[in-house]
C-alpha cells in the first residue's frame, strides 16, 4: 500500500510503542507526529474523538484507534513478518492473551497514576496478572509467538518494560525474577531483539517524567 | 481441526455474552451441543477449560477450547466460512472491533454497574453509561444493522442490548436508552429481536429477572460476593 501512513504518538505512552514495534518489525515506513498530551492537537481530536488519545494511526486518511486494534490492522494490510499465526486455534489462543494484556495490564497503568489505597490495590492486581501469565500462557519458545515476535509479545512487551520503570520510580519490586522465571527470561528476550531494542524509550528518561508528572498531580489534587 | 469435528458450547443461559456465540453459530448454521452452568456452582470441566477466568463461554471444537466471547467469534468466522460475521476490508474490520470494545467497556460493563449500585455512585455511572449509549447511537443512525443490510459481528456483539439491557433499566430502576433520544437504537433493537435466528434464541424476561433477585440476595447476605 503506498498511501500515506501516519501515528500520532506520545513518546511516554506504551500504548503508541505497541503500534511503533508493528510497523518497525514489518519494515512500513511512516511518519511519525509527536502529541503533547496536555495540549492535544486539532488532528488528534478529529482523528480519535471518542477516547482522544494516542496513538491514532491514519492510513490514507482513514484513522484507526486503540493500539491492539491498531496492531491487527497493520496485520492484516502488511502481511511480510506476520504477527498472529495461520492456524484459527492458534489466533484465538494469541487473541485471548492479548484480551488478557488489555484487561489486566490496567493494573500497571493504575501504579502511574494513584497512591495510598488504590496503589496497594493495583499492586495486587499486578501481582495476580504477573502469576497467571507466569503459570498459564503457553511455553513461551524465545517469545510468545515462538522463534520470532508476534502480537502476544508486542501487547505484554509494553505492559513489562513500563512495569520496570514504575518499579523504579516507586522503588519496589514486583517483577522479581525467582518468583516470575519464565516471564523473566522472555522480557529480556524481548528487549534485547533488535527492532525492539532500538525502539524503546530511555528508562531514565521516562523516570524523570512521571516523577514530575505525579508531583504536578498530587500538587493540584491538594489546590 | 476439521469443521467437521464435533462442537460444544459451554453457557449461562442469563448470561449477555455467551448467548452472543449461540448467535453466531446458529447463524452460520453450525450444530453444536449446548452444556448450561450453573452459574453459582461452576462445573470442574469449565474450571479446567477456562482456568485462568474460570466464565462462560467456552467453547470447545474437537480438542481443543477457548474462551472470551469476542475472540470466539472471530474463531468461529475463521473456521466457518459461510456467511461472514465480520467484513472483509481491514479498515471496517478494525472499525467494527472498535465498537464492539467500546460498548463492551463503556456500557454493558458500566450499566452493569450502575445496576450494582446506590445513590452518588449509580448516578455517576448511569451519566456514564448515557454518554456512551449516545456514541453508539451515532454510530448506528442510517443503518438497518451495524454491520450494513445483513446482520453482522458488531450487531452480535451488541445483541445483549435487547433483552439483558431493558431487565438492568427496569429492576435497576434506572433509564439509559429511552425511545426519545436514542430512535435509532430503538429502531435496530426491533430489527435485532425480529430476525429469525435472533428472536427464538434470548432468555425470557423473568429468568433474567429471577437470576437478579437470586444473586442480589445472595450478595446481601455474604457481601463479599
Redesign the interface.
Known amino acids: 500500500m503506498g498511501e500515506e501512513l501516519k501515528l500520532h504518538g506520545a513518546w511516554i505512552s506504551p500504548f503508541v510503542y505497541r503500534v511503533i514495534w508493528a510497523l518497525k518489525l514489518k519494515g512500513v515506513p511512516y511518519e511519525y507526529i509527536e502529541e503533547d498530551l496536555s495540549n492535544k492537537s486539532p488532528l488528534l481530536l478529529k482523528y480519535n474523538p ?1 477516547h482522544k488519545k494516542v496513538p491514532a494511526l491514519v ?1 490514507a486518511g ?1 484513522p ?3 493500539s491492539m ?2 496492531v ?2 497493520i496485520e ?2 502488511w502481511p511480510q513478518y506476520p504477527l498472529l499465526p495461520i492456524d ?2 492458534e ?3 494469541a ?2 492473551w492479548v ?2 494484556a488489555e484487561e489486566k495490564g490496567d493494573a500497571v497503568w493504575a501504579l502511574f497514576r494513584t497512591s495510598g489505597e488504590e496503589q496497594e490495590k493495583a499492586m495486587k492486581g499486578t501481582l495476580e496478572m504477573l502469576k ?1 501469565i507466569e503459570e ?1 500462557s503457553p511455553d513461551a519458545k524465545k517469545f510468545f509467538g515462538g522463534d520470532k515476535i508476534g502480537i502476544v509479545d508486542i501487547a505484554f512487551g509494553a505492559i513489562g518494560y513500563w512495569l520496570g520503570v514504575v518499579e523504579e520510580l516507586l522503588g519496589v519490586a514486583l517483577f522479581e525474577a525467582h518468583a516470575f522465571p519464565r516471564l523473566h527470561a522472555w522480557l529480556k528476550n524481548f528487549t534485547e531483539a533488535p527492532k525492539i531494542k532500538e525502539n524503546l524509550p530511555g528508562r531514565d528518561e521516562l523516570v524523570v517524567f512521571v516523577r514530575s508528572w505525579r508531583a504536578e498531580r498530587l500538587l493540584a489534587s491538594q489546590n | 481441526m476439521g469443521s467437521q469435528d464435533v462442537v460444544k458450547l459451554l453457557g449461562v443461559e442469563v448470561s449477555p455474552v455467551s448467548r452472543r456465540v449461540e448467535w453466531a453459530l446458529k447463524l452460520k448454521g453450525v450444530d453444536y451441543e449446548y452444556i448450561e452452568e450453573d452459574i453459582f456452582n461452576k462445573s470442574s470441566l469449565l474450571l479446567e477449560l477456562n482456568p485462568v477466568h474460570k466464565k462462560v463461554p467456552v467453547l470447545v471444537h474437537g480438542p481443543k477450547a477457548m474462551a472470551e466471547s469476542l475472540v470466539i467469534l472471530e474463531y468461529i468466522d475463521e473456521t466457518w466460512r459461510q456467511n461472514p460475521l465480520l467484513p472483509q476490508d481491514p479498515y471496517e474490520r478494525a472499525k467494527a472491533r472498535f465498537w464492539a470494545r467500546f460498548a463492551d467497556e463503556k456500557l454493558l460493563r458500566v450499566a452493569w454497574s450502575a445496576l450494582c449500585s446506590l445513590g452518588e455512585e449509580k448516578e455517576k455511572k448511569l451519566k456514564l453509561a448515557v454518554e456512551a449509549a449516545e456514541k453508539i447511537e451515532e454510530e448506528i443512525k442510517g443503518k438497518k444493522f451495524f454491520s450494513g443490510e445483513r446482520i453482522g459481528y458488531l450487531d452480535i456483539a451488541m445483541g445483549w442490548m435487547v433483552r439483558w439491557l431493558p431487565v438492568w433499566e427496569e429492576v435497576g430502576s434506572m433509564q439509559i436508552v429511552d425511545p426519545v433520544n436514542f430512535p435509532a437504537t430503538k429502531a435496530w433493537m426491533k430489527e435485532f429481536l425480529n430476525h429469525p435466528v435472533i428472536k427464538d434464541n434470548l432468555p425470557p424476561t423473568e429468568k433474567l429477572v429471577l437470576y437478579l433477585h437470586r444473586r442480589s440476595k445472595m450478595l446481601s447476605s455474604n457481601p463479599r460476593g
Open positions: 471518542v492510513h482513514k484507526i484507534c486503540e486494534i491498531i491487527e490492522y492484516e494490510t484459527p486455534y489466533r484465538a489462543m487473541r485471548f484480551k488478557f497467571t498459564h
